[in-house]
């Protein structure tokens, strides 16, 4: 392992809660993000907090309540030093990873030692209020006019285009349903959450009234373990009158916020942690607006394959052998890296057993001991000069 490698050293999370209606409808995305820092303090004792060297956040929409550098605020925020800088990006919904993905790149390439970075959202303060005025750039509408396109509407070109039936995009929404319930009652999700206490606005559903509520989120708010195909199948089309993507088989509104500790390989050997993983790399790739949703087969594919090649125009197992060409490489790269790593730390044995067979003089000679030894060794020399004159 390189002094260099960026390690994931903890990760935490809010639950998620449905926006609107959910536990966090009163609950400031900055005060989340804030929370999993201080969470991630308190479960990582070994690291101060005067060691994060920058706290980096994403989110998609950066303005309101996530607005005014929510980064630098949430650092401060969260009891973080005033030493400690903020910083926040938008690739809208993978902002949370690419956060991550600079944190890392930060540990591997400008001496970073400690850093964390993440994702939060609050659907429920943002989408209803959003600052809409000048958001549409007439010669951008005109000449790819798919880039204002919502997701909603892209996964209905993408459904059309690569014939994604209605029935398999609600038995894969079942299937996820189903496993997310699994793992709930597995118990697999609690050691990532770190509850929350908040008060929220709890509605009446037969009487309307609304009323402020304390409560405690600490569990994921959003999946429905009761779901059912024929329930799935029951459900309209949400964006085309006669589309496939309904609410039951794409992504829910929700709100919630997700924290993560990072930091150089050195630094964790020297705190004694013990890491999760450890950050490799990182791609993106662009595509065409209205497809958007095939983004990830083509990081996949482009890695090992041709990356101009046209959406369409592959197969399926183009990107498995894509991946599988990523992982070969990888492995590679490790075992290379192991191999000097080994060469290095051999060196090293060797150098240090050369050093402790080194006669140790641990007094000065006698001064007539030399004298002798340097009339021996003059000696030859005048013997063999005698032998040579003529």
Known sequence: MSSRDALIVDSVRTGLTKSWRGTFNLTRPDDMAAHCIQALLQRNPQVAAAEFED??????????????????????????PVSVPGMTLNRYCSSGL??????????????????????????????????????????????????????????????????????????????????TAAAQRAGLFKDEIVPM????????????????????????????????????????????????????????????ASMTLLASSNRVRALGLKPLGVFRAFVVVGVEPETAHIAIRRQIAGLDGDPTQKDGEGRDEDAVQGLRGVRAERQRRHHQRDREQHHREAQQRFRA???????????????????ETLRTRRRPRKRLGALLRP
């Open 353 to 371: 057993l050369q050093q402790d067979r080194r006669p140790a003089r641990t007094t000065r000679r006698p001064a007539k001991w030399r004298r």
């Open 197 to 256: 206490s908040v008060t929220w606005r709890k509605k009446d559903k037969a009487t309307g009234e609304e009323r402020d509520v304390p409560g405690l989120v600490d569990h994921d708010e959003c999946n429905r373990p009761d779901t059912t195909l024929e329930g799935l199948a029951r459900l309209e089309p949400a964006f085309k009158a006669d589309g496939t993507v309904t609410a039951g088989n794409s992504s829910q509104f929700s709100d919630g």
């Open 98 to 179: 690419q956060s991550i993905a600079v944190a890392a790149h930060q540990i591997q390439n400008e001496g970073t030692e400690v850093i964390v970075a993440g994702g939060v959202e609050s659907i429920t303060m943002l989408q209803n209020s959003l600052h809409l005025d000048g958001l549409v750039n007439p010669k951008l509408a005109e000449k790819k006019p798919a880039i204002y396109m919502s997701m909603g509407e892209t996964a209905e070109v993408v459904a059309e285009r690569y014939k994604i039936s209605r029935r398999a995009q609600d038995e894969y929404a079942l299937l996820s349903q189903q496993r």
């Open 55 to 80: 706290c980096v956040i994403g989110c998609a929409y950066p303005e309101g309540a996530q607005g005014h550098n929510i980064g630098r605020n949430v650092a401060i925020l969260s009891g973080l």
